[in-house]
């Protein structure tokens, strides 16, 4: 394997996994699509951060600029249990097809880079994705290079994300947030309440 195309879900988990397989001698050309990442600023956000890395460290990608949402909702079950499974199976069956129409050897993804991600599943969907497309799927396990790749995100000063991805993914990470959102208000309204004549 000589031609790797790189699913991207995002800049920071990018950075260590890129230059662990350019040292292997792989040639690696990115794919950002990732119809799942909502809401639309966020999307905007990580889109541009990749860019941004381009800029600084130059890989050739090809970019799937649309927001998704309707796409995304129309493929994975979201009020089921398996809502992140068939949201792997949806980007990497269309990395798999992008690879497969372009020619290149194998197929990976850096969600491979995250401890929060099944990497079982991922293995497991990829395998099969890959058979049943011909374009292997190249299973690397990232996840040693977490703090790594966290550096290199930092000195580059990418855009950083504080969930996975999906509006659901976003409501579980904050939802018990509001209670000091709440106590935020009350600190305010007790200290100006205070400082009153």
Known sequence: MTNLLLHICCAG?????????????????????????????????????????????????????????????????????????????????TTARHAKEKGFDAFCSTL?????QDHEKIR?????????????????DYRHLCECSKDIAKKKMLYRQSYCGCIFSE??????TTRNLYEGWKLKENLTNNSAP
Do not use: W
């Open 13 to 93: 988990c990018l950075c260590a996994p890129l230059d662990e397989l350019r040292s292997e001698g792989i040639n690696v050309h990115g794919y950002f699509y990732n119809p799942n990442i909502h809401p639309l600023l966020e999307f905007r956000k990580r889109l541009k951060a990749v860019h941004i890395f381009q800029e600084s460290d130059p890989i050739e990608i090809d970019y799937c600029e649309e927001y998704g949402l309707r796409e995304y909702l129309s493929n994975v079950d979201y009020e089921g249990d398996n809502r992140c499974e068939d949201c792997y199976s949806l980007r990497l069956s």
């Open 112 to 116: 491979l880079f995250s401890k929060q």
């Open 171 to 176: 409501f579980e990470r904050f939802k018990d």
């Open 124 to 140: 497991e969907m990829g395998k099969q994705i890959g058979e049943q497309t011909g374009i292997p799927f190249e299973y690397r």
